[in-house]
């Protein structure tokens, strides 16, 4: 059975007509072809498909797409100003914070979640923040100094999304 959607994605309104049981992150990729977002492990342990819905991160394949009508949707390509980075994004290139890069999307919008929350957290705080998200290839090392760089390079304001 189809209902209909309508929601923000990345300060974009978007309406459709959609099966009631997808899910927000299979919204996502499919029907609107935003791709950053990833599909990890579908039970909401990895944290690849992290999104921020209405300011607070939240991982996408745990919800329906249809509890968040009416809301609105920033994932990795709305974070930032098309044409410039998020200075999380910055901080993940020039610390080195990723390997193959699966994990980094979710990485990053959780990332910027925590700070926004914690902008003074220090790296157990870091590192307890991230439990929701898994890493396979990195040992978590450049992933904290990135969040490290990105906090002390940036005001508490900036660590939050420009979405």
């Known amino acids: ?22 899910l927000l992150v299979q919204f996502i990729r499919d029907h609107l072809r935003l791709t950053g977002t990833h599909v ?3 039970t ?3 944290g690849a498909c992290t ?3 209405d300011g607070r991160a939240i991982k996408s394949c745990s919800i329906l797409a249809v509890q968040a009508s009416g809301g609105a949707v ?4 709305g974070l930032a100003p098309a044409g410039s980075l998020h ?12 390997q193959c890069g699966f994990c980094t999307p979710g990485m990053v919008m959780s990332a910027v ?7 003074d957290a220090d790296e157990h705080a870091i590192r307890e923040g991230l439990d929701g998200n898994i890493c396979r290839c990195t040992g978590y090392q450049n992933i ?13 304001a900036a660590a939050e999304s420009h979405a």
């Open 1 to 22: 059975m189809n209902v209909p959607l309508s929601l923000t994605v990345n300060g974009r309104a978007v309406e459709a007509s959609i099966d009631a049981r997808t």
């Open 40 to 42: 990890g492990c579908d």
């Open 44 to 46: 909401a342990q990895c």
């Open 51 to 53: 999104v921020h819905l």
């Open 74 to 77: 920033t994932t990795i390509e």
């Open 87 to 98: 200075p999380m994004q910055e901080a993940f290139r020039e610390c080195h914070g990723l």
């Open 113 to 119: 979640q925590l700070l926004a929350d914690h902008p």
């Open 144 to 156: 904290v100094k990135s969040i490290r760089f990105c906090q002390a390079r940036q005001p508490a």
